[in-house]
């Protein structure tokens, strides 16, 4: 029995390796082929909304994002996140972090009771994304990117526990009145905490927007759906979020904008019920 499992270990850890490996070749390969032309062109839009994701700027946001829990009990989450995104190498990538902080109540047995009441510091994540091919007759691009998820919480239960990497590819593709921006993400863990789970994780986001005609406000949707292998379970997490340049209130606030985006979450093993999230942004400062 221990020499299975011994073997057994070692065969994870392999597959693990694997993994990385093609990830680092995709995104070796990603560099060779990225270009600076579309976000150039893109640039020159002056585009300040911040919901175009191939236009590279230096951007800024803070968000705050309540979430409700499905749990047998009460159960609540608070986030606040603070994000940098800037363009690196002659435009040609963009670089993203994000730090958070968590706050988590839950009762998981509904027995009246707090099983986690933990506030503090959340796990960071950073991403590095190219447009690799594009087609300016067309109104389309192909873009892509590596993810990567660092163990960072102050406490167990406010993070995964995990250090992970999620190779990402999308399509954008450029309409009159926004844009339509499927994506595919693959997650996997590459080191976990003692008696924490791997993450093995297909995402699938259905991104669409539509921009008023006076480019002063929009309406963006993102439904997500989550195959976790790992657990062998599915839901889906459904985005809407509604924004407002700033300027249509105070003309020297270009490029400043908030947004409200509520969401609900669908399926029997949906970890939230539904959040509400209230951001604000700067870009190209």
Same mark, same amino acid.
């Given at each position: ?64 994002? $309540? ?20 363009? *690196?190498?002659?435009?040609?990538? !963009?670089?993203?972090?994000?730090? =958070? $902080? ?28 190219? +447009? ?32 992970? #990497?999620?190779? !990402? ?21 590459? %080191?976990?905490? %003692?008696? =924490? ?6 995402? *699938?986001?259905?991104?669409?927007? =539509? ?12 439904? !997500? ?6 657990? %062998? ?6 985005? #809407? ?14 490029? !400043? ?8 979450? +669908? ?10 999230? +209230?951001?604000?942004?700067? +870009?190209?400062?």
């Amino acid at each position: 029995m221990s020499i299975r499992c011994f073997n057994g270990a070692l065969v994870m850890k392999y597959i693990s390796k694997i993994k990385i490996q093609i990830t680092l070749i995709g995104f070796i390969s990603l560099a060779a082929l990225s270009t600076n032309g579309f976000a150039e062109e893109q640039g020159k839009q002056e585009d300040k909304t911040g919901t175009n994701p191939v236009n590279f700027q230096r951007e800024f946001r803070v968000n705050n994002e $309540h979430l409700w829990l499905n749990t047998s009990g009460d159960g609540s989450q608070n986030v606040v996140t603070a994000e940098f995104r800037t363009p *690196i190498l002659d435009g040609k990538w !963009q670089w993203r972090v994000r730090a =958070r $902080h968590n706050s988590l109540t839950a009762d998981f047995n509904n027995d009246g009771i707090d099983d986690v009441d933990e506030s503090g510091a959340g796990d960071m994540d950073m991403r590095f994304l190219t +447009v690799f091919n594009l087609n300016m007759a067309r109104k389309e691009a192909w873009a892509g990117g590596l993810e990567m998820f660092f163990d960072t919480a102050s406490e167990d239960a406010l993070g995964s526990g995990t250090t992970a #990497l999620g190779p !990402q590819v999308f399509y954008v593709k450029f309409l009159p009145t926004g844009l339509f921006a499927p994506g595919l993400q693959y997650k996997f863990s590459v %080191d976990e905490d %003692d008696g =924490r789970s791997e993450i093995d994780q297909v995402l *699938i986001d259905l991104n669409y927007l =539509r921009m008023a005609k006076d480019k002063q406000s929009w309406f963006f949707t993102d439904p !997500q759906i989550v195959i976790d292998n790992e657990t %062998d379970i599915e839901f889906s997490v459904i985005d #809407l979020e509604f924004g407002w340049m700033m300027t249509k209130w105070w003309a020297d606030k270009k490029g !400043q904008s908030f947004y409200i985006r509520p969401s609900i979450g +669908v399926g029997a093993d949906r970890p939230t019920d539904g959040s509400i999230e +209230v951001g604000y942004k700067v +870009v190209g400062w």
